[in-house]
């Protein structure tokens, strides 16, 4: 599996790469800096699925299916999935074969402060016992998790994140406490991602932890 990472703010957009109804979107945004970021979103998804499926970029036909997640459509690759996540100027995109993925990233400076109603009993006490320096990280850490597992089944944060449970493992961090919603799903395992220091980030897939490559996309 590999997560893309991409700047928002510099790089091209390629607009002749994007479909009638995203450049239908883009013209009806009002702020500049919003075009600038959809924009630059939809040309490096479409670059990087037109790169993995061996097709020019405008040609990848997507779709968001019921679940609310992004997909390929149209006759692309039915084993090709991927997720994308966008904060700060950080752009994430990974890309799986064969299975369901979610991803999430967050700026360390995001949140400050741990949101109620967000942990478990046993997370909060997690929490609770590092020192008060590293707490805001570790939770955003947490975040992440959680929200790329949410994402990667397709529920969004939809389901009551303080029944949601991601314990520590020897690889990765699998799901030991779920709400009712999610209690079909099965094995999941998610991964923190490598970032630089000023970010924080988790991609989720089914089963055990996949070998997870991180890439620079440029363009």
């Not at 702020?31 to 040309?43: K, Q």
């Not at 006759?75 to 966008?86: A, E, I, K, Q, Y």
Request: hydrophobic share 45%; aromatic share 4%; charged share 25%.
């Amino acid at each position: 599996m590999t997560v893309w990472l991409a700047a928002l703010d510099a790089g091209p957009v390629a607009i002749a790469t994007l479909s009638v109804a995203e450049r239908e979107h883009l013209g009806g945004l009002t702020s500049e800096r919003a075009r600038r970021r959809y924009g630059r979103t939809r040309t490096v998804l479409r670059g990087l699925l037109g790169s993995s499926l061996g097709v020019a970029p405008a040609t990848v036909a997507l779709a968001v299916a019921t679940d609310g997640k992004p997909r390929l459509a149209g006759g692309g690759d039915p084993d090709v999935r991927f997720n994308l996540s966008h904060a700060g100027d950080l752009l994430a995109i990974a890309v799986a074969e064969g299975c369901e993925v979610g991803v999430d990233v967050e700026p360390l400076a995001a949140r400050r402060q741990v949101l109620d109603g967000t942990l478990t009993a046993t997370e909060r006490a997690r929490l609770d016992a590092l020192p008060p320096e590293r707490r805001t990280a570790e939770f955003l850490r947490g975040w992440t998790r959680k929200e790329a597992y949410l994402k990667g089944v397709g529920c969004g944060i939809r389901v009551p994140l303080d029944q949601l449970d991601l314990a520590p493992a020897r690889a990765g961090h699998r799901p030991t406490a779920l709400p009712p919603a999610l209690a079909a799903e099965g094995d999941w395992t998610v991964v923190d991602l490598p970032l630089a220091d000023d970010h924080v980030g988790a991609v989720a897939v089914p089963g055990s932890a996949p070998r997870v490559v991180v890439r620079r996309w440029v363009g």
